[in-house]
């Protein structure tokens, strides 16, 4: 059975992207447009990673959604790498870094990524 990767993105480009990709690795890839439903797939499909974005409906949505997964029984083991563009979208001068309550994600890339760069993330994480 190969491994599945949850992408929880509403940028449709990245996200055929990023699926392509995966799929030539030999993952098999979900998708959802938004945290909410993002959330109820990895609850009901229980994949083995988790791709989310920050801005999605709500400008906080992936944070938002990040807190979720971590704090439900279902999903709370599930590695989660975020990757957005909130930094230069937001023109924020600082970066996120991971921790356990406010952002409990595993890694954070900054995007445009490099699919070499998410790829080495994504084999990280599933060690």
Do not use: C
């Not at 799929?23 to 945290?35: F, I, R």
């Not at 704090?71 to 563009?85: E, M, Q, R, S, Y």
């Not at 979208?89 to 070499?116: H, S």
């Amino acid at each position: 059975m190969a491994t599945t990767i949850l992408i929880i993105d509403d940028d449709h480009d990245f996200s055929d992207a990023v699926t392509t990709m995966l799929q030539s690795q030999g993952y098999a890839v979900l998708t959802a447009d938004n945290g909410k439903e993002g959330f109820k797939q990895a609850k009901e499909k229980k994949p083995d990673l988790i791709l989310l974005d920050v801005m999605m409906t709500q400008k906080t949505e992936g944070f938002d959604a990040a807190r979720d997964l971590k704090h439900d029984a279902a999903t709370k083991d599930i590695p989660v790498v975020l990757v957005t563009g909130i930094r230069k979208a937001m023109n924020l001068a600082f970066g996120f870094e991971p921790d356990e309550d406010w952002l409990p994600v595993k890694t954070v890339l900054e995007k445009p990524v490099k699919p070499e760069v998410l790829l080495q993330a994504i084999r990280q994480e599933l060690k």
